[in-house]
T-cell receptor, first 114, second 115 residues
Framework: AQSVTQLDSQVPVFEEAPVELRCNYS??????LFWYVQYPNQGLQLLLK??????LVKGINGFEAEFNKSQTSFHLRKPSVHISDTAEYFC????????????FGAGTRLAVHP | GAGVSQSPRYKVTKRGQDVALRCDPI?????LYWYRQALGQGPEFLTY????????KSGLPNDRFSAERPEGSISTLTIQRTEQRDSAMYRC?????????????FGPGTRLTVT
């Protein structure tokens, strides 16, 4: 069965600093990988996804993620964060073969300080 | 256009009562998903509909939980004889069609508290 591990529950960072949110997955089959962001009192919003092709994926709001099959990782990065990036970030996987459900990690709370 | 809407946004109920949570997907979206999110955790899949057909209900925790989507649009998640452990955020998502490539759009959720 697939599972997703987000290694940091909270990441504090100063504004304009770079950030990396870590995500590892376990799967014996091909997977599709996603990062979602949740702002307070809102639904989850898709940041980016990896389906196939280039292992470096660019998303909205300046975020990017790199798929590393050998390390089964899909870490999210941003070179310079803003106060408005303060939110909860969820890594998710969906197995191939026609399944539709998303399997989420526990989330990482990113707190950007001035 | 309008996104996914859910009602009520907050529901407080006493243990043993039944509750019905509503999801109104984006117009024209064929697929609909229900997830449950406990405090401090990521969303956990409950069930999935393609049109009105419930294609996967493997995530429903027990037979007190049921869901329907009778006309292939609005969906209702019903929890019978609620227990305190049912307290969570219940999230609905819809997508234009099924399949892992298609983005799921999430609603704001219903916060259920069972006292």
């Amino acid at each position: 069965a697939q599972s997703v591990t987000q290694l940091d529950s909270q990441v504090p960072v100063f504004e304009e600093a770079p950030v990396e949110l870590r995500c590892n997955y376990s799967s014996s089959v091909s997977v599709y990988l996603f990062w979602y962001v949740q702002y307070p009192n809102q639904g989850l919003q898709l940041l980016l996804k990896y389906l196939s092709g280039s292992t470096l994926v660019k998303g909205i709001n300046g975020f990017e993620a790199e798929f590393n099959k050998s390390q089964t990782s899909f870490h999210l990065r941003k070179p310079s964060v803003h106060i408005s990036d303060t939110a909860e970030y969820f890594c998710a996987v969906t197995p191939g073969g026609g399944y539709n459900k998303l399997i989420f990690g526990a989330g990482t709370r990113l707190a950007v300080h001035p | 256009g309008a996104g996914v809407s859910q009602s009520p946004r907050y529901k407080v109920t006493k243990r043993g009562q039944d509750v019905a949570l509503r999801c109104d997907p984006i117009s024209g979206h064929v697929s609909l998903y229900w997830y449950r999110q406990a405090l401090g955790q990521g969303p956990e899949f409950l069930t999935y509909f393609n049109y009105e057909a419930q294609q996967d209900k493997s995530g429903l925790p027990n037979d007190r939980f049921s869901a329907e989507r009778p006309e292939g649009s609005i969906s209702t998640l019903t929890i019978q004889r609620t227990e305190q452990r049912d307290s969570a955020m219940y999230r609905c998502a819809s997508s234009l069609e099924g399949g892992p490539f298609v983005e799921q759009y999430f609603g704001p959720g219903t916060r259920l508290t069972v006292t």
